[in-house]
């Protein structure tokens, strides 16, 4: 069988328990080099044969799925972050759908949790803000990969809720004038959190404007998720659901 597992955002214990026991009893692990904390590695059992995909096509880790399942083994996939953002894993699923070869998938913390988590000492970690915002948007600019033109950054700045790009920080320029020119002001909060949850983490506040040089004067150019947005500020209202004068159905508002 397989199993398509998050490793989470970075930090070797945010693996969920079923994720770290589904590594711990694999017998092949197929996992994302270029992202994963290698010290998750370490929890493999004896003779656990490893594969790193950074260096292997779609028909390379297949091949090696469908040999682990001949010999009646079981894989685990090891994505970063949560298997269903950005990790190509439908492409795989289709594939052992149509050879009949059994899949389930753990999920796992996603960057965007990670990163709000990094922020939380700012006061500026909850994406949906009574008041401010009720709608996150979790994106990725165009690169050499295109997206779809209805969900340009341009497009989707117009609605000034609050985003989490992934995979951006490489054009971290473009991103800002797209931002800009989409709606956001130019002075909206924004953010960089760089490696978020590993040893190495960053944290890097500024505005839309001038959060291009923030970054680039720290040599950043990967591996950080970019956060826009007035919940990044100061001004939201209070929440209703702890509001003694708001009444739910656990409790009745107090006069």
């Not at 070797?12 to 590695?41: H, K």
């Not at 297949?62 to 894989?75: S, V």
């Not at 759908?97 to 996603?110: E, K, L």
Request: aromatic share 8%.
């Amino acid at each position: 069988m397989i199993h398509f597992v998050g490793a989470g955002c970075g930090a070797p214990d945010l693996i969920t328990v079923r994720g770290q026991r589904l590594l711990q009893q694999a017998d092949v692990v197929i996992y994302a080099g270029s992202l994963v904390n290698p010290q998750l590695l370490e929890q493999v059992k004896e003779g656990c044969r490893l594969f790193d995909s950074a260096y292997m096509t779609l028909e390379e880790v297949l091949a090696e799925m469908e040999r682990a399942e001949q010999a009646g083994q079981t894989t685990v996939r090891l994505h970063s972050g949560d298997p269903s953002l950005y990790g190509a894993i439908r492409e795989q699923i289709d594939w052992l759908d149509a050879h009949g070869i059994a899949y389930d998938i753990t999920p796992g913390v996603s960057a965007f949790s990670g990163a709000a988590a990094a922020l939380g000492h700012l006061g500026g970690a909850e994406y949906t803000l009574p008041g401010v915002s009720q709608t996150l948007i979790i994106t990725r600019i165009a690169g050499r990969t295109p997206v779809p033109e209805k969900e340009s950054i341009r497009e989707l700045a117009s609605h000034r809720a609050s985003m989490a790009i992934y995979l951006s920080t490489g054009h971290l320029r473009k991103l800002s004038e797209e931002l800009i020119t989409g709606g956001f002001p130019p002075d909206t909060p924004a953010a960089a959190v760089y490696k978020a949850s590993w040893p190495e983490e960053k944290t890097i506040i500024g505005t839309v404007a001038s959060l291009p040089d923030l970054v680039a004067a720290q040599g950043i150019v990967s591996t950080a998720l970019i956060l826009v947005g007035d919940y990044l500020g100061t001004a939201y209202d209070r929440s209703k659901l702890y509001d003694p004068g708001f009444s739910t159905g656990f409790r009745e508002a107090k006069a």
